[in-house]
């Protein structure tokens, strides 16, 4: 178990800003940092990183917490992985306290299965460096592509033996069980019980996640045996989802983000060889077709990508296909091909780092010029032909979402395929009608959920159908100010009936100067008032006990010692007045009150507010008790309650007035 020590340094040396630009490509917004939910499919960015606070919030998925909490989210880390993760990012040794035995039993599925997995990248590693067979085979092989030791060791390839049970072997007698190797589909039981190696004799490439964790496998054959594929990679499992992973992007996406754009290539040894060639911003979608997530995984650091073909013209028309799927993310597609018989890794083999660089940024088209014209010349001037292929461009066109970019497609599509502007532009406005009645008729067909009615007559109008919860929100606010302010002292103005020479009780105005979170401690204990929330009442008797024991408020330290539940309820607290910054309101002119300007009286109108809540609540409750069959005595006592609690609650009315005329 990681001590105590350890977890305390980690958090007082990892920066949420560093950690996550690793993942996410953020931009400077005053104090702050913004950029694109990793969490789900946007295109303005709302997800807010605070350097200050040291702490996130994604506005779209409702998700925040600590450097720690992002891990967790978002490379599904257990709480001490997050923690190794981010001492070995920041080389801090992690001393370790003996572990119990009901520990060890808390192991999930899933880290087993991370275990089983990074075991594996060792033992093939291990043999393809140091066993006869590796050396002879998988060593040769990689030497001949032309790859260096240091590249070899850097993506980590290794080699399964030829035997059919060597990996499963050895894994089974280091202690890792049957049923995680089955899991990772690294070993295969047949229906007699015997059991082998999914990938033997093959080279083996380690597929990474975006943090590095190893998730699965590719293989490849080095036999002529037809029968087998020549490429195998790992089947689905809980850590591993092929339409979800890039290979390479752990190495490329610090070069991605700083050279702002990102080279698609299809296998993974034109990614290593690029690599090594010096194009680090390179990544493979390993043979499948691209799919959204894979789009989106790169646009969390780039909004550009540059698709590299090789130069086998056949499979070029099918391939580029799925590029649509890019332009309907919003990002900006170039596309380069090479001579023919040329592919990514025979290329970068050919040429050094200064020409491999200037061929890719003298041949790289746009991909909408490319298609067009890779599309005339197919057309080869059969009109029946053309006409299909010109539908074909626009539908490309219309998953554009700038209005000004598709103008000059048009206009460039026009001058490539010689047909008239209006053409295309009248194609484009029977594609964009299609494609809004299609999603008319999906919103119709959705259902009624969480608050959200869809409008029938206009499918695009969504409206929010919501009553806000008063009690919650001024719980919410109590919270807020423990938070923000519950260590700074400020003046509080109260009102005391005292009585003058004449005998007359008249108001007098008292200032005293103490901490906000006495305050609020105090009038609440005074009105006998807990928060109803169980969430919010937890974390206020946690904060109450916080300042009670500490001079400062140190928002790290406090996230550190809270569960994931309490920790995300605190961060969309604390980041609510950062979403502020999403409207950019005073580039509109809009100028908003911060409310550091007047804790006092923020403080003090929450809390009467609160008091005038709690009592209108005691008459309605009070009014919907009375029955008819109430004796007359009853009801003269049930009035008067009644009439005091409005007295009541006009003099609150009255001292919000004051509360908010003192500090005008």
Known sequence: MISRETIDKVFETARVEEVIGDFVQLKRAGSNYKGLSPFSDERSPSFMVSPVKQIWKDFSSGKGGSVVTFLMEHEHFTYPEAIRFLANKYNIEIEETETSQEDKMEANEKESMYLVSEFAKTYFQETLLNSEEGKAIGLTYFKERGFTNQTIAK??????PETWDAFTKEALS?????????????????????????????????????????????????????????????????????????????????AIAKQNNCYLVEGYTDVIQLHQAGIENVVASSGTALTPD????INRLTKNITVLFDGDAAGLRASIRGIDLILEEGMNV??????????????????????????????????????????????????????????????SISKINNTISRESYIRECSRIMDVSEQVLLNTLKQIDVKNKDDLNKKLKQSQNADGIRKVEDNPNDIKVVFEVDIKFELERKIIEMLLLYGSQEADFDDFILKANEEGEMIEEKET??????QRIYLSLHEDEVELANPLFKEIYNDLIEYYNQNESFNIEHYLMQLSPEHS???TDILMLEEKELLHNWEAKNIYVKSKNQN??????????????????????????SYSANEAENDLEELKATINDYNKLKVNLTNKIGRIRSTYL
Do not use: W
């Open 334 to 395: 170039k596309v380069c091909t090479f001579p023919d018989g040329d592919d990514p890794d025979s290329f970068a083999r050919k040429n050094s780092y200064e020409d491999l660089v200037f061929y890719l940024e003298n041949n790289a088209k746009d991909f909408i010029q490319f298609k067009a014209s890779l599309l005339m010349n197919e057309a080869n001037n059969d009109p029946i032909k053309k006409a299909d292929l010109i539908r074909d461009m626009v539908v």
């Open 174 to 254: 280091k202690g890792y069980q049957l049923e995680f190797l089955e899991k990772v589909g690294l070993t295969i039981t047949r229906e007699d019980g015997k059991h082998f190696d999914r990938f033997k004799g093959r080279v083996m490439f380690p597929i990474q996640s975006l943090s590095g964790r190893n998730l699965g496998f590719g293989g490849r054959i080095l036999t002529n045996d037809k029968k087998a594929a020549k490429y195998l990679n790992s089947p689905e499992s809980e850590i591993y989802h092929k339409s979800k992973v890039l290979y390479g992007i752990f190495h490329a996406k610090q």
């Open 294 to 297: 894979q789009i989106r995984l």
């Open 512 to 517: 005293n100067t103490v901490r906000v979170h």
């Open 568 to 570: 995300q309820v605190v």
């Open 155 to 160: 993506f980590g390839l290794g080699y399964s």
């Open 599 to 624: 804790v006092s009286q923020y403080v003090s109108e929450t809390i009467v507010s609160l008091r005038e809540y709690l009592i209108n609540k005691l008459i309605m409750d009070l009014m919907n």
